[in-house]
């Protein structure tokens, strides 16, 4: 079975984002809506100068922020979910990610060859309870 086109440029964003790229917004739609479910400061916003800087702000407390994509599920003809491993240094805490096992989710909503939403998730339970999944190693 090959990718679908959705899953393919997911696995494009990604490849940046595992080298600790997060500058190419060529992905998203100009109206992207932009979410962060869950941790610290949850919120939501819409364009694309919103998520570059929302994202900005994100990283500017890390160092050598980066992800690594364990898994995509395609859900459905418009959504994409990656559980993924999130690496970095906090610049405050000094906490590794590396170290306490530190796994999110994304939710990439695509029409049209561009994501028109991002939700990122930092808890990866989140991810599954928004979407009604059963977590990992659990029977559906």
Do not use: C
Not at 27 to 48: C, M, N, Q, Y
Not at 108 to 114: A, Q, S
Request: zero cysteines; glycine letters at 8%.
């Amino acid at each position: 079975m090959t990718d679908s086109q959705n899953v393919e440029l997911v696995r494009s964003i990604l490849a940046d984002w595992e080298r600790g790229d997060f500058s190419s917004a060529e992905w998203a739609h100009r109206e992207i809506e932009f979410v962060f479910a869950d941790g610290p400061s949850p919120g939501t916003w819409k364009g694309l100068a919103a998520m570059r800087a929302t994202m900005r702000e994100y990283l500017s407390t890390w160092q050598n922020a980066r992800l690594e994509a364990e898994e995509y599920r395609e859900l459905d003809d418009d959504r994409v979910l990656v559980l993924n491993r999130e690496y970095g240094r906090g610049k405050t805490s000094g906490l590794d990610t590396s170290h306490v096992g530190a796994t999110g989710a994304n939710v990439f909503y695509i029409r049209d060859g561009r994501v028109v939403r991002l939700v990122v998730y930092l808890a990866r339970e989140s991810a599954f309870a928004d979407l009604g999944l059963a977590p990992e190693g659990d029977a559906a």
